[in-house]
T-cell receptor
Framework: DAMVIQNPRYQVTQFGKPVTLSCSQT?????MYWYQQKSSQAPKLLFH???????NEADTPDNFQSRRPNTSFCFLDIRSPGLGDAAMYLC????????????FGPGTRLTVL | LAKTTQPISMDSYEGQEVNITCSHN???????ITWYQQFPSQGPRFIIQ???TKVTNEVASLFIPADRKSSTLSLPRVSLSDTAVYYC????????????FGSGTRLSIRP
């Protein structure tokens, strides 16, 4: 039973063409995270939501935006993808950070041509 | 946020016990220590979490000394399928904390 679902699993876009990645969860968790993971690197936190409160990391480029219309869904918008944005994008949720398990989705692999 | 330091890579053989140590000198009172496992092209998966002393579950044990400045993940009798990257994280007990990954340890198990 999938708990954190990411669509699509693979996304190909063209340089500069906006793209949206989606994440949904069936856990009713308050906190949702978006990470970027490049080859052979650790996941890098882009931003996270606590309910509707948005928390952006200081070094996340403005090119990356996010929306959370309700508890279950969260979107990552890349306004003008560059070649350097090719990566795996991971969505994760947690009920209460620190003592609750953080559940990750399978990721969306983004290719930029 | 407490920074973690762990070995970049480790090698071992099937059937051996593997211990991966993580240093977190600046750990705060409200911080918990959590370990994740990640296989290629998959999201990280929770392995174990602890606050102090020893925690054991069906896949691993976590040893945390009294000063909590380090922790050791112990994997008993590893198999080839344990080849993965293992991340040590320090996470604040909070309703809306950041969860930041360190560089991880790439564990390779050989036959």
């Amino acid at each position: 039973d999938a708990m954190v679902i990411q669509n699509p699993r693979y996304q190909v876009t063209q340089f500069g063409k906006p793209v949206t990645l989606s994440c949904s969860q069936t856990l009713n968790h308050n906190v949702m995270y978006w990470y970027q993971q490049k080859s052979s690197q650790a996941p890098k936190l882009l931003f996270h939501y606590y309910d509707k409160d948005f928390n952006n990391e200081a070094d996340t480029p403005d090119n990356f935006q996010s929306r959370r219309p309700n508890t279950s869904f969260c979107f990552l918008d890349i306004r003008s993808p560059g070649l350097g944005d090719a990566a795996m994008y991971l969505c994760a949720t947690v009920g209460l950070a620190g003592t609750d398990t953080q559940y990750f989705g399978p990721g969306t692999r983004l290719t930029v041509l | 946020l407490a920074k973690t330091t762990q070995p970049i890579s480790m090698d071992s053989y099937e059937g051996q016990e593997v211990n991966i140590t993580c240093s977190h000198n600046n750990i705060a009172t409200n911080d918990y220590i959590t370990w994740y496992q990640q296989f290629p092209s998959q999201g990280p998966r929770f392995i174990i979490q602890g606050y102090k002393t020893k925690v054991t579950n069906e896949v691993a044990s976590l040893f945390i000394p009294a000063d909590r400045k380090s922790s050791t993940l112990s994997l008993p009798r590893v198999s080839l399928s344990d080849t993965a990257v293992y991340y040590c994280l320090v996470v604040e007990y909070s309703s809306a904390s950041k969860i930041i990954f360190g560089s991880g340890t790439r564990l390779s198990i050989r036959p």
